[in-house]
């Protein structure tokens, strides 16, 4: 789950963090109250959606009075703010906050997170911010500094200061930085986060460490243990079919082709998305349904396909572990009979009650088309997607 920056900000302060100061605004008159109340002669006013690469987009936008402030805030309310992470519609700006300006020496880059590769908690440093890190760490790797985070201690004092040498503070900063790495490491561990980025992190000319951009994103998998968190999601920047997965706890993400997958288990999604691939043809999202799913979770997300105008075929991929392929088998064709998707159905069962499952679906006398491999159901779905786009008209 990810989080807005001014969300993210209020929860890093708890934890000390220096985080700017601001004021979240949902209208232009409210961004010029808020412009009023931070005192200063000037400020910026920044677009708060869940993507990066805001700056880049025009949604930070520097203000000098109350005014300016409400005609910035009335540039981006209410309007789709298009970055190089939201795709090409964008995502639609429904708050803005409103933060005091600082003079800045320096930006440099500081973030905890997963290092999924050694199954481990890393902080990561560089003395380039503002920027994106993977362009840094494909560039030019030997800039970024990391150190292992210890899931008890958090980082060392030591690993810290290591940390800010390379990073290039030192003398008097050094233990404003020391002190900053820590509060970060004990807010990403506490909050069960996947990510915890300060990117930039600001020296500003009065000497001082100051978080001017904040990203925090929390594991899913941990919400039952962060209600407070929980309730903080913002499904309004979700699109329809995600907000409705949210709802039956279903992962789901839309990709660019035609084919839909609907899986049980992300492993298996993601072997079903491969063949896809390799037999020519390109998925349509990511749908994973769980080990443990039901015929109600496979209806819904039956509904979630049969929404998605773009698809040519459905590929279905169950393999019956834990899970009774008769019940899926029911789930699907109550799912087809209710939700009367438009594209071809390819249905692939294999393991506990397979047999029983697909009998079902023989003799529902619903257009189904039987597959009994996964490489076959690939095929199979990229020759149905291929027939519907040779009968498209034009």
Known sequence: MRLH????KNLLRRYGVSVTEGIVAAAPEEAAAAFEKLGGTSAVVKAQILAG?????????PVRSAAEAARAAAGLLGKPLVTAQTGPEGK??????????????????LAAALDRSGARAVMIGCAEGGVEIEDVAARRPEKIAREVLSPWAGIHP??????????????????????????????????????????PL?????????????????????????????????????????????????????????????????????????MVKLRGGAPANFLDVGG????????????????????????????????RCDLIAEGILEAVRRAKPRAPIIVRLEGNLAATGLDLLAGSGLDI??????????????????????ARPG
């Open 202 to 274: 600001a020296v500003t000319k009065d000497g001082a460490l100051l978080a001017l951009d904040a990203k925090l994103e929390i594991d899913d998998n941990s919400l039952f243990r962060h209600p407070d968190l929980a309730s903080m999601a913002d499904l309004s920047d979700l699109s329809d079919a995600e907000a409705e997965a949210e709802k039956h706890d279903l992962s789901y993400v839309r990709l660019a082709g035609n084919i839909g997958c609907l899986v049980n288990g992300a492993g298996l999604a993601m072997a079903t998305m491969d």
């Open 158 to 199: 030591y690993q810290a200061r290591r940390l800010a040498f390379c990073l290039g503070l030192s003398g008097r900063l050094l233990a404003p930085a020391v002190s900053f790495a820590a509060a970060l490491a004990r807010a990403f561990l506490d909050l069960d986060c996947a990510l915890a980025e300060i990117n």
């Open 92 to 109: 639609l700006v429904r708050k803005v906050y409103v933060q005091r300006d600082y003079e800045i020496e320096r930006e440099l880059y």
């Open 369 to 390: 088309i039987r597959a009994d491999s996964l490489d076959d159901a690939a095929s199979k779905a990229v020759a149905a997607a291929a027939a519907g786009d040779l």
């Open 292 to 323: 443990g799913t039901d015929r109600e979770r496979v209806a819904a997300a039956f509904s979630i396909l049969s929404s998605d105008a773009r698809l040519k075929a459905i590929l279905v991929n169950i393999f019956g572990g834990i899970v």
């Open 53 to 61: 690469g805001r700056g880049k987009a025009g949604g930070v936008r």
């Open 5 to 8: 920056e001014y969300q993210a």
